[in-house]
């Protein structure tokens, strides 16, 4: 299985803070990673698929980046409303696997 | 608009069989895969596998082959994830998500589009 590890596990950033996120895959996954964001009490939300695509209705300020093991999300400026726990998805073998989790405060 | 609609939450014990479900609309069911995604109390996300409902194949992740089963009933638009005999450890949230692709040239993307509600699923011993 492919093993993603995600860092940092906390953080905790001001309103309009650039914030970023990374992703360590175990071996190489070309770009077939995505990102969700995942607010308290809610389902997952996607954020970026294909490492860097964002889908049509994602604020730009979030952006991704990476090919092979190293992957980022970048907010560029944090806002109240991103307060929530981020995951990264390998969606390159089987069976997918997820990062642990980034769990995001605002101060 | 794209909607998937799942079951609401279960109350079980250990041993008893469970069926949950989750019903698609806004789009053509057979069109798209659905994955199952487990979240158990405080803890990530798991992938437990995805079902290609035009003709029932699944992929399983090795972590929750012969535990459950995934299905789909095409004609009603709706997928199943099974237990035949539930344990305690099984309590958590489980969502179904639309497994799409998308293709850029040749290369060919997929990720989980839109999600569920979630299924609350609380085993007790």
């Known amino acids: 299985d492919i093993h993603l590890t995600q860092s940092p596990s906390f953080l905790s950033a001001s309103v309009g803070d650039r914030v970023t996120v990374t992703c360590r895959a175990s071996?190489?996954?070309?770009?077939?990673l995505a990102w969700y964001q995942q607010k308290p009490g809610k389902a997952p939300n996607l954020l970026i698929y294909?490492?860097?695509t964002l889908p049509s209705g994602v604020p730009s300020r979030f952006s991704g980046s990476g090919s092979g093991t190293d992957f980022t999300l970048t907010i560029s400026s944090l806002q109240p409303e991103d307060l929530a726990t981020y995951y990264c998805?390998?969606?390159?073998?089987?069976?997918?696997?997820f990062g642990q989790g980034t769990k995001l405060e605002i101060k | 608009e794209v909607q998937l609609v799942q079951s609401g939450p279960e109350v079980k014990k250990s041993g008893e069989s469970l069926r949950i479900s989750c019903k698609g609309s806004?789009?053509?069911?057979?069109?798209?895969?659905i994955a199952w995604v487990r979240q158990m109390p405080g803890k990530g996300l798991e992938w437990m596998g995805s079902?290609?409902?035009?003709?029932?194949?699944?992929n399983y992740s090795p972590s929750f082959q012969g535990h459950v089963s995934i299905s789909a009933d095409k004609s009603i638009s709706t997928a199943y994830l099974q237990w035949s005999s539930l344990m305690a450890s099984d309590t958590a949230m489980y969502y179904c998500?639309?497994?799409?692709?998308?293709?850029?040239?040749?290369?060919?993307?997929?990720?989980?589009?839109?999600w569920g509600q979630g299924s609350l699923v609380t085993v007790s011993s």
């Open positions: 998500a639309r497994h799409s692709t998308t293709s850029h040239g040749v290369v060919i993307y997929e990720y989980f589009d839109n």
């Open positions: 806004g789009y053509t069911f057979t069109r798209y895969w």
């Open positions: 079902i290609d409902p035009s003709d029932s194949y699944i």
């Open positions: 071996q190489g996954i070309t770009n077939y």
């Open positions: 294909g490492a860097s």
């Open positions: 998805l390998q969606l390159s073998n089987y069976p997918f696997t």
